[in-house]
């Protein structure tokens, strides 16, 4: 019987000789492996320049028992590598936004909506162990910005929208501001450009400071966590890292104002490395207050997730948008 997939690191990608081959199946199923020992310690992103993939995304918030849901998807394309070296991806959201299981219906959801609109297409520079740090395309964000508000003054009007429109300005019109709310508040991106392609060491296991958008001060290290390859591949073939952490204090406050923990698994290709699905959970405390974050993505349109050649390229028909009952289903299916 022919294998669905090999487990083996494309040959062909650049740098493949610094992730070995993962070990011999440990269980079979019918001559199909299902669990692989993994083996190696250092994992290097391999994602083919011109590929992109596309992810339905799921953020669940609750403050004090009070829950709300934002569901919307995503793609993300790896551009031609910037001079320095780093690599470049461009991130387009999609124009349909689902809050708690339907459109945004209240001003202020609408006008975030609306408003976010500028940032994308978003190209950013990410380095070498898959942290973005920079936005590549800043000037082009900025010349956006007077068609979407002229679009936005055709719909809303009044004292309400001219003082949130000032308050968008003043962000966006400050390169620093701007980049600290793309790179540093966005739950998405932030769990998605992770420091994880990294040396693990003989136990495939370090500890790093991992930071999430937290409503903290800057000074925050965020939490410091434990990242460990898993010693088997999932049933599906993906290497699967898990991540424990704990907030940290900022230092020179006489008040720690928040505590926390994090818990994730980061689930990643087999020979590209990038992510097929991530599912991330924060529990906070703010004095007294209670707060929950659930963050869930996985990839879209892939019936042969685990297929060598099976990247979507440039020029090609995207699959058609699924609508929001399914999408909604499909969430579900695979995540609770």
Do not use: C
Not at 128 to 153: C, F, H, M
């Amino acid at each position: 019987m022919a294998k669905r997939f090999s487990l083996l690191v494309d040959d062909d990608a650049p740098n493949a000789e610094q992730q070995e081959p993962l070990g011999a199946a440990t269980v079979q199923q019918g001559g199909v492996p299902i669990l692989q020992q993994i083996k190696f310690q250092q994992l290097v992103l391999q994602w083919p320049i011109g590929s992109w993939r596309k992810y339905g995304v799921q953020i669940d918030f609750s403050e004090d028992g009070v829950a709300n849901e934002i569901k919307y998807e995503t793609v993300i394309r790896r551009l031609e590598d910037h001079d320095s070296g780093d690599r470049l991806f461009e991130i387009n959201r999609s124009a349909d936004v689902w809050i708690n299981e339907k459109e945004p219906d209240l001003v202020m959801d609408k006008l975030a909506h609306e408003t976010g609109k500028v940032v994308f297409p978003l190209l950013l520079r990410v380095d070498a162990v898959g942290v973005a740090t920079a936005i590549e395309n800043y000037a082009a964000i900025l010349q956006r910005w007077p068609d979407v508000k002229n679009n936005l003054s055709d719909y809303f009007e009044g004292e309400f929208f001219e003082q949130y429109v000032a308050k968008i300005e003043q962000v966006l019109f400050d390169i620093d501001r701007f980049t600290f709310a793309v790179l540093y508040r966005d739950w998405f991106l932030q769990s998605y450009f992770l420091p994880i392609f990294k040396n693990y060491g003989e136990e495939r296991t370090r500890m790093d400071y991992l930071k999430f958008p937290l409503p903290a001060s800057f000074g925050n290290p965020g939490f410091f966590s434990q990242q460990a390859i898993a010693d088997y591949t999932t049933d599906q073939g993906a290497i699967e890292l898990t991540h424990r952490g704990e907030l940290q204090e900022d230092e020179g406050l006489t008040i720690q104002k928040y505590t926390g923990s994090y818990e994730g698994i980061v689930r990643l290709h087999p020979f590209h490395n990038h992510i097929v699905a991530y599912k991330g959970e924060w529990e906070l405390k703010e004095y007294n207050k209670n707060i929950s974050v659930v963050v869930k993505y996985f990839e879209l349109d892939n019936p042969f997730l685990f297929a060598k050649n099976n990247w979507m390229k440039e020029g090609q028909r995207q699959v058609e948008e699924r609508g929001k009952d399914s999408q909604a289903s499909l969430l579900k299916k695979l995540f609770d």
